[in-house]
């Protein structure tokens, strides 16, 4: 397999293990909404952001959805898209060295990817998946560092978003798409839980004709087309002779009329052209066998028409469904036949049943949010359209989903996020990480706190738009857990140190959040961790109830199986904790930092 080398590859290959932890803290004044929805959003360099929550939220993400800088060369920018920014210089300087000097700008945006990405990976659940738009400028390298990072055997395919517009500077092709790569943690685990569909986009549109057709049946009245010649020419006749009976025949021919005019519907949903007694619209699909191999000897039993009471053609490879199907369909009158059984009967396919179909590998979406940014008077440079987002994230995310954005920009991720659950009753969360301190205040806090509260357009009472709920904790990056030395920092909560002390030891998200209130931190494997840490057992002096006495370990909470307890000191010998199956780890040395 292709494999990508660069300039700084060696320094940053296993740089995300080494970023130190940092804490998070919430700030009320910037948050909004309801605190408990379980959103966040972050203000502070991604990859330090990124160690910090991973602790909390390793293996519980669904979907990691990032747009992060295209590297296009356009420094007047507000992010700086060619990777030169203030932050991303001192950050190369300061992991990559002086080989920084020699990189070129393809070098750079290579080394601010691959540790993000690297670290992005520990926070998928087993059938989760990550979404990355780029466009023409890096799309080559982004291939082969999420082969390298992900593996190709992963890879679900990509998706070209037509925009519409193809770019006026272009110097060689004019690109009028972006592009979108899919992949997922492990496929297999994936598709046994995710089917990739995506609504018929018109088939709310062709359910609404059909039924207004059938509204018709048994009544009298005058054919639309002759109703529209008159309006049309503004003819003064009345046209009454022309009244005719609305049978379910010319119903029919009504709707495969008005069909064939409408030009934006895709091939599939054409096939959908008729309609029964019932008012159901259908297709109809062939029953003979689709694959080359021939079918089983019972897929080629006979059927027999209705009528003439003669078997019908059985296709040449057999049937496409067994004999028990057949009669299954038959029962529910999904089969149609011809006029005699010289025709093969064909299956029908009702249109309400089938209102999605497979995510095709061309999007065409050329709208903005331009009008929704002025509305609330924010002013951000090409932002992503939430409503394109939002249909995305509703073809990879389900109901209770966790949805990561390390490149959250203005946003675009959790207006999309909130709005989906609006529509469907869900109860996805976001976690969203931006580095910029102007747009993570100014922008993405204020546009997610008009989607949530709503907002007045072209600031007039009388056209509101209506908020969509939920909120979000606005979050800030502290100070690291562990300073220079190696020791606890000052600030360090009982509860910080715990998550980092089951994550770093299980590999796993502690199991639940702790608030000081007992030394047991939870179980992993069988075995029990326990954290004496701030006076945790109510000695408030500076060596009480952080050391391990017998009479401490009597008054632990219960585990049936080994221990770990980490401490300040341990007053036990070592043939005493193995009799009792403890390991005792001393605070801060045996503690790993990074």
């Not at 022309?242 to 030009?263: D, G, H, P, R, V």
């Not at 715990?498 to 931190?521: C, D, M, Q």
Request: charged share 25%; proline share 5%; net charge positive.
């Amino acid at each position: 397999m292709p494999t990508l080398n660069w300039i700084g590859k060696e320094a940053v290959i296993n740089h995300h293990r080494q970023v130190p932890y940092h804490l998070l803290r919430s700030d009320n004044s910037l948050s909004c909404g309801d605190p408990e929805s379980g959103n966040l959003l972050v203000e502070g360099d991604n990859l330090l952001a990124l160690k910090a929550l991973l602790p909390y939220y390793a293996g519980q993400v669904k979907c990691i959805y990032i747009d992060p800088p295209y590297n296009t060369g356009n420094e007047k920018w507000k992010y700086n898209d060619n990777v030169n920014s203030p932050e991303i210089r001192k950050w190369l300087g300061r992991v990559v060295g002086a080989e920084a000097e020699d990189l070129s700008r393809h070098d750079k945006w290579l080394c601010m990817m691959y540790p993000r990405l690297s670290i992005l990976k520990h926070f998928l659940q087993d059938d989760g998946v990550i979404i990355v738009h780029i466009d023409e400028h890096e799309i080559g390298n982004l291939f082969l560092l999420l082969d390298d990072i992900y593996g190709r055997n992963n890879f679900l395919g990509y998706i070209v978003w037509d925009k519409g517009n193809p770019k006026g500077d272009a110097q060689g092709v004019a690109f009028q798409h972006e592009t979108v790569l899919c992949y997922a943690l492990k496929k297999d685990r994936f598709l046994n839980t995710n089917k990739l569909l995506r609504p018929k986009l018109n088939a709310d549109k062709i359910l609404k004709k059909a039924a207004q057709l059938y509204d018709k049946l048994g009544k009298k009245s005058i054919p639309d087309d002759i109703i529209n010649i008159k309006k049309k020419y503004n003819l003064p006749y009345s046209f009454d002779e022309y009244e005719t009976e609305w049978t379910l025949e010319k119903i029919n021919n009504e709707f495969q009329a008005w069909m064939k005019q409408q030009s934006e519907f895709s091939g599939g949903e054409k096939m959908y052209k008729y309609i029964d007694s019932n008012g159901y619209v259908y297709r109809l699909v062939s029953m003979a066998w689709p694959n080359k191999k021939k079918a089983p000897d019972e897929y080629f039993l006979p059927i027999k028409h209705p009528t003439t009471n003669q078997n019908c053609p059985v296709p040449n490879r057999g049937w496409r469904f067994p004999p028990d199907t057949i009669k299954e369909l038959l029962d529910k009158n999904e089969i149609i036949f011809g006029k005699d059984h010289t025709t093969q009967p064909q299956r029908i396919y009702f249109l309400k049943d089938n209102m999605e179909e497979n995510l095709p590998s061309i999007l065409k979406y050329a709208g903005s949010d331009d009008d929704f940014f002025r509305n609330i008077y924010i002013n951000f440079e090409n932002p992503k359209p939430y409503l394109f987002s939002k249909y995305l994230l509703n073809c990879f995310t389900r109901k209770g989903d966790l949805i990561l954005d390390s490149f959250a920009g203005s946003g675009t991720t959790g207006h999309a996020v909130l709005d989906i659950n609006k529509k469907d009753g869900g109860n996805r969360r976001f976690i969203l990480i931006e580095m910029d301190q102007d747009v993570c205040r100014n922008v993405a806090a204020q546009r997610l706190k008009k989607a949530i509260q709503g907002y007045e357009m072209n600031g007039k009472k009388n056209l509101s738009v209506e908020g969509l709920g939920g909120g979000f904790r606005y979050c800030k990056l502290d100070k690291p857990l562990f300073d220079e030395t190696g020791k606890i920092g000052e600030t360090v909560r009982f509860g910080d140190l715990a998550s980092h002390i089951f994550f770093t030891e299980t590999g796993k998200p502690i199991p639940k959040r702790v608030n000081g209130a007992s030394p047991f931190l939870g179980t992993a494997n069988g075995t029990g961790y326990y954290l004496l840490f701030n006076g945790i057992l109510g000695d408030k002096t500076p060596d009480g109830g952080n050391v391990l006495t017998g009479k401490v370990l009597m008054n632990l909470p219960k585990h049936n199986g080994p221990k770990v307890i980490f401490g300040e000191g341990c007053r036990l010998g070592e043939a005493r904790l193995r009799r009792e199956h403890v390991i005792f780890k001393q605070l801060p040395y045996e503690i790993k930092v990074s």
